[in-house]
């Protein structure tokens, strides 16, 4: 062979061994080499409620260093800017000399290291107390690593330890791994130090064990509680053996339940091995508040598999600098719903009657909600970021809640999985689908990285037949929802009662809601026929003063049905009035109903699996 062509080929394979996929591959793995980011926190004066961090790169090999701020926090699609809080960057090599800082942009900063090791110091503004921002008092901190935690650019999957110097006589609550002293954490990479919240303290601690996996509930409430710890331990621990068995396990080394009693409550935040939660600090006595509470601890802990485990592929590893679109939120959102209603079932904390109730209740509020079927389901998840947080007047007739539907809609799959199930000899469920999804985790990474044609794959193996049709109409379609048709083919009936069928002031409908301002005009309704529009203050009706479309819907129905009344009303800057002749509701409320006479004994054990009676 001529030597230039050998020349020539050598140049060629060069050019293919060093395609950029491998210099990419080569650079992750330098960096994925490098050790742990050293994170010191501190919060020396809490009364100023910042936190001061210390960030230290012992090895910076980069000429120029990026660090950055998360965008937004995972578990919650809304791009929140958490480089808004941060003050006062700072860096300096090891010795103590000054490094050129330059802010990037709205979230990130370079750093002139030189190729050398460096310090950054900066303070985090923690004034806002819910479970996806940072908040610190004189009394406890409530800390989202994503509003704290800066990441080194490219270097996610880098490791943390974490120093942790919380004012004196403050616990220190977290899943972290502790480190081999007191205060000092590790994590495996930025993802999970910043997926275990920080709640500083002095707390109520309980402990329990599941499956030997050790489980604890914090409490705080500065404020003052009637809260008893002791019952809300043995309703978590309720809750946790129910899905342990479902799931057959516990994915975690351990948990905590981390729960803040405040009048900013209700809330929670699912992390990996965590969830902190916040609930008013006086609801613990009344039966409806109660009930929320243990809602809010099955739903957060049923997505230790759902969204933490078991998730689409754009959930983890994240990209913190921009939106991670989903088309699958009314999966991971919704479906844990219908979980964790069920999860409570399993667990005790409420009866199969209740569990009927609680349908019947969220299908007949489903029922009126005009938007439920204008996008479908999977649009309306992707859009999350710029519509289910960002409410706007019109909402209420273009969208629905991919909680609210995406629970009906686990129902409704859980119910055809089961109908479809029986007639082709497999044992289909909703508990049967979670187990399949589950099984396709990796065994190193523990995670199950999913698309929705898993989610079909799994469906159809518990139905023993193909269940694509289901997620084309309801997911991806805007069929209505057959729940009504799916309990009477398990043999429930289903009762449609006119709503106010005992209430006669019930039975007069405006077709209008709100609060201050209009938000929603029924279609084809009294008020969209009296040229109402969404916006308008009603102040007046008939000449009698009114604050709130509430109270304006009160004297409507003070006039009954058929009655034409004169209101008064705000457009912008305008005095208006319009007609509205009111009507008979058209609403229903629905009933579910257990058969009276027996029926085909496959069904009543059909029933009786999914009311989970045969557990009693
Ligand atoms: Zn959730």
Redesign the pocket.
């Known amino acids: 062979m001529p030597r230039r062509v050998r020349l020539l080929i050598l140049c060629i394979l060069t050019l293919i061994c060093w395609s950029p996929a491998t210099a990419e591959a080569a650079r992750v793995k330098r960096k994925a080499a490098l050790g742990p980011v050293g994170y010191q926190l501190s919060i020396p004066e809490p009364t100023t409620r910042y936190v001061h961090m210390r960030l230290e790169l012992a090895e910076a090999p980069e000429h120029q260093t990026t660090l950055a701020m998360p965008a937004w926090t995972p578990g919650s699609y809304l791009i929140r800017d958490f480089g808004k809080h941060v003050y006062d960057v700072e860096a300096h090599d090891l010795d103590g000399g000054a490094l050129s800082v330059a802010r990037r942009d709205k979230q990130s900063w370079t750093v002139e290291n030189g190729g050398r090791p460096f310090v950054v110091e900066y303070r985090v503004y923690a004034g806002e107390l819910s479970v996806r921002t940072s908040y610190v008092d004189d009394r406890f901190a409530l800390l989202n690593g994503a509003g704290i935690f800066m990441y080194v650019d490219g270097q996610t999957s880098r490791a943390a330890a974490l120093e942790l110097r919380p004012p004196a006589g403050w616990g220190v609550h977290t899943a972290l791994d502790p480190g081999a002293d007191a205060g000092r954490f590790t994590a495996p990479s930025y993802d999970e130090l910043i997926d275990s919240p920080l709640l500083l303290g002095e707390a109520e601690v309980r402990r329990f064990e599941v499956v030997g996996k050790p489980i604890e509930l914090v409490m705080v409430a500065p404020g003052g509680t009637n809260a008893r710890p002791d019952r809300v331990a043995a309703d978590a621990e309720r809750i946790v053996r129910a899905f342990a068995r479902t799931l057959n396990g516990l994915p975690f080394d351990r948990y905590s339940f981390l729960l803040i009693g405040d009048e900013a409550g209700g809330g929670g935040l699912?992390h990996h091995d965590s969830t902190a939660m916040i609930v008013k600090p006086w609801s613990f006595t009344d039966d409806r508040g109660y009930a929320g509470l243990q809602r809010l601890m099955a739903?957060e802990f049923f997505?230790v598999w759902n969204v933490k485990r078991i998730h689409d592929q754009v959930l983890g590893p994240f990209d913190y600098h921009k939106e991670s679109y989903s088309e699958l939120l009314w999966f991971h959102?919704g479906l844990?719903e219908t979980m964790e209603t069920r999860g409570l079932l399993r667990a005790g904390l409420i009866s199969a009657d209740e569990y009927l109730g609680t349908l019947a209740a969220a299908w007949t509020s489903y029922r009126r909600k005009p938007g439920r079927n204008h996008t479908p389901i999977a649009e309306l998840s992707r859009e999350a970021w710029i519509k289910a947080y960002k409410p706007e007047a019109n909402h209420g007739e273009t969208t629905v809640s991919y909680y609210e539907k995406g629970n009906l809609i686990g129902v409704c799959l859980d119910l055809t999985l089961r109908l479809r199930g029986r007639a082709n000899r497999t044992d289909g469920s909703l508990e049967g689908l979670f187990r399949r999804l589950w099984a396709l985790r990796d065994p190193s990474s523990g995670h199950a990285s999913i698309d929705v044609d898993d989610i079909i794959a799994a469906a159809s193996a518990e139905a023993g037949e193909d269940m694509r049709w289901f997620f084309e109409r309801y997911v991806y379609g805007t069929e209505e929802l057959p729940l009504p048709e799916l309990l009477e083919q398990a043999g429930f009936e289903v009762v449609a009662a006119r709503i106010g069928e005992h209430d006669a002031r019930a039975r007069v409908w405006s077709g209008i809601g709100g609060g201050a301002a209009i938000s929603l005009i029924e279609p084809d309704s009294p008020a969209s026929a009296a040229g109402l529009m969404l916006g308008d203050e009603l102040i007046a009706v008939d000449g009698a003063r009114v604050d709130s479309v509430g109270e304006a819907n009160e004297r409507l129905a003070d006039l009954g049905i058929g009655a034409t009344a004169t209101l008064t009303l705000f457009r912008r800057d305008r005095l208006e009035t319009r007609e509205l002749t009111t009507a008979q509701n058209p609403h229903q409320r629905f009933t579910v109903l257990r058969p009276e006479q027996p029926d085909n004994p496959e069904l009543a054990r059909l029933r009786q699996l999914w009311l989970l009676e045969h557990l009693i």
Request: net charge negative; aromatic share 0%.
């Open positions: 699912e739903h997505h959102e844990t």
